[in-house]
C-alpha cells in the first residue's frame, strides 16, 4: 500500500481537509505581520538575562510548576489562592490543553468570528464540534445571535478574544457578563493583547468560577519565550494539570520570564510606547482616503480597501515590508490588510513603502 492510500485510510478527514498553520517567511524584510513587540530589551536587562541563563542547570528538568514565576505574577497581580495560573508553550497549548479536557466527541466548542484562528483548528484538532458566531458588520458581538447559539448548542467552551484579533476592537463589558450568564460550560477570555489597553478582566475571576483568563508574554516582547498563562479558580486548573505534558516550561524560559518579571516596569513602559506609536500610526493610514481603518485597542491596526489588498500586500513584499495579508481568511475579512505596530522608524518606512503601492495600483 502506497504512503498515500495509508494517509488516506488512517489520518482523519477533518485533519486531511484543513491546511497547517502557516508562517510566512521573513528573512531580510521588516517584520509587521505578526504583532511582535519591536523593542528590545535593554542592555542592562539583557546583561541579567545572560548571567540567569549561564547559571541554569540545563541538565537537570525544569521546575514542573514553574514556582518561581508563579509566585511572582500572583505578587503583581495581588491574587489570593482562590486563584491558580497554569503555564503553557505560548497560549496556543493553552488553548489545546482547554479542548483535550472540555472538548471531544459529542462536545461543542464556541467562539466569535472572525477571531484568533487557532480556537477552530484546535476544536478540530480534538474532534469537537466548533461553532463560530459572526460579529456585526463593524465586528461587534450580535449579542441575540450569540445567546441564540449558546442556548442551541450548550459548548462546554467559549473562547472570546478581548480585545479582538484580528479586528483590534474591544467588546462592551454587557456583551461579555451576558455571555457568562448564558454559558453552560466554561468561558475563556483570552486577553492576549492586554498591555495595550486599560481593560482588565483579571477581577472577573472573584465572582465567575467558570471565568477563566488567558494570557501571554508573547506580544510584550517576549514571543520567542513562548509563554502562555491561564489563570482561574483551582478546581478548574487542577482538572487542566492532568494533561498538562510534564516538564512544559523548559528551565531556560522560566529563567528569563522570571528576570522579565523582576523588570515588569520596563515592559509596561515599552508597551506604553507602543500605543503612543499605535496612535500616530492610526492617524496616518486615516490620510488614505479609500482605506476604512478600524479603531484598535491592540498593538495592530485592521485596514480594509476598496480592492487590490493582495495586489498591495505583494507590492508591499517586494520592497521588503512583510504586513498580514487577510483578504481570504473570513468572509467579513475581505480585502482586509493587518499592520503590526512599529517603532516610529518602521512605521514611517511601511507608510513610504504604502504611499507608493497605492498610487501603482490607482487608490489614494
Known amino acids: 500500500m502506497s504512503d498515500k492510500n495509508r494517509v488516506a485510510q488512517w489520518v482523519r478527514p477533518e485533519i486531511r481537509a484543513i491546511s497547517a498553520y502557516h508562517v510566512a517567511s521573513s528573512a531580510g524584510m521588516l517584520k509587521l505581520d505578526a504583532m511582535e513587540n519591536p523593542y528590545s530589551f535593554p542592555e542592562s536587562l539583557r546583561q541579567d538575562v545572560a548571567d540567569a541563563l549561564h547559571s541554569t542547570a540545563v541538565n537537570r528538568y525544569p521546575d514542573p510548576e514553574a514556582s518561581d514565576i ?41 467562539s466569535l468570528e472572525p477571531s484568533f484562528v487557532m480556537y477552530k483548528m484546535i476544536a478540530t484538532f480534538t474532534g469537537s464540534d466548533y461553532v463560530g458566531v459572526p460579529l456585526s458588520s463593524d465586528y461587534d458581538i450580535d449579542i441575540e445571535s450569540t445567546i441564540e447559539a449558546i442556548q442551541q448548542h450548550q459548548p462546554s467552551l467559549v473562547f472570546i478574544a478581548q480585545p479582538n484579533n ?11 457578563r451576558a455571555i457568562v450568564e448564558a454559558a453552560p460550560g466554561v468561558v475563556v477570555i483570552d486577553e492576549a493583547y492586554t498591555a495595550f489597553t486599560d481593560a482588565d478582566y483579571m477581577s472577573w475571576l472573584q465572582d465567575n468560577e467558570h471565568v477563566l483568563i488567558m494570557r501571554t508574554f508573547s506580544k510584550v516582547g517576549l ?60 492617524d496616518a493610514l486615516s490620510e ?10 491592540a498593538n495592530f491596526i485592521l485596514v ?9 500586500f505583494e507590492l508591499l513584499k517586494e520592497q521588503g515590508v512583510l504586513i498580514k495579508c487577510l483578504d481570504g481568511a473570513h468572509p ?24 507608493s503601492v497605492v498610487e501603482a495600483v490607482g487608490l489614494s
Not at 304 to 312: E, G, M, Q
Open 223 to 282: 514571543a520567542g519565550l513562548r509563554f502562555g498563562m491561564l489563570y482561574g479558580s483551582p478546581l478548574w486548573i487542577e482538572q487542566f494539570n492532568k494533561v498538562r505534558l510534564p516538564y512544559n516550561i523548559n528551565s531556560l524560559t522560566q529563567s528569563v520570564a522570571l528576570k522579565a518579571l523582576e523588570n515588569f516596569d520596563m515592559l509596561l513602559e515599552q508597551t506604553e510606547q507602543l500605543r503612543k506609536d499605535r496612535s500616530v500610526l492610526f
Open 70 to 110: 508563579k509566585a511572582a505574577l500572583k505578587s503583581l497581580y495581588r491574587l489570593d489562592d482562590s486563584v491558580d495560573i497554569l503555564f503553557g508553550n505560548g497560549s496556543d497549548e493553552i488553548i489545546q490543553i482547554l479542548a483535550m479536557v472540555m472538548g471531544g466527541p459529542g462536545r461543542t466548542i464556541l
Open 332 to 355: 467579513m475579512l475581505s480585502e482586509c490588510l493587518r499592520f503590526t505596530v512599529g517603532t516610529p522608524q518602521e512605521n514611517e518606512q511601511l507608510l513610504k513603502a504604502l504611499k
Open 166 to 176: 484580528p479586528t483590534g476592537n474591544l467588546f462592551s463589558d454587557a456583551a461579555l
Open 288 to 297: 488614505f482616503s479609500s482605506f476604512k481603518v478600524f479603531p484598535s485597542e
Open 304 to 312: 480594509r480597501l476598496p480592492h487590490s489588498a493582495r495586489r498591495i
